[in-house]
């Protein structure tokens, strides 16, 4: 399986896939997980979602700071909640597979496609 990005649903796909038995790569295009809320760090920024709900199943958080966590802290959280036994994996591969590039494009063959 292949999880595109190690925000908040990739890491939570990463999750699921390893307790379901699943072999899985996460590409990431940052250096670290977090998606968005490791992108974004302007004045101000959060979730509009009440925090509560803004928790993994597997690892809920009922230390949240306030009703509409800020930025820095759901990237926190999205750093250290995952506690499933292939976590830090998913963290790991997220990392060492930042940086990819594009294969370069082959030409098409002179085949008709069949009907």
Not at 30 to 52: F, I, K, Q, R
Not at 58 to 85: C, M, R, V
Request: net charge negative.
């Amino acid at each position: 399986m292949l999880v595109i990005g190690a925000g908040m649903t990739g890491i939570a796909a990463g999750v699921k896939l390893a307790e379901a038995g699943y072999n899985y790569t996460i590409i990431e295009k940052n250096p670290e997980v977090g998606g968005t809320w490791w992108e974004n760090l302007y004045p101000g920024v959060g979730v509009d979602t009440p925090s509560h709900f803004y928790s993994y199943s597997f690892e809920l958080n009922p230390d949240w700071s306030h009703y509409h966590p800020k930025g820095a802290e759901i990237e926190t959280y999205l750093k250290l909640a995952p506690q499933a036994p292939d976590a830090e994996q998913l963290r790991q591969a997220a990392r060492r597979l930042r940086g990819l590039e594009a294969a370069p494009a082959t030409p098409a063959s002179n085949t008709k496609p069949n009907p």
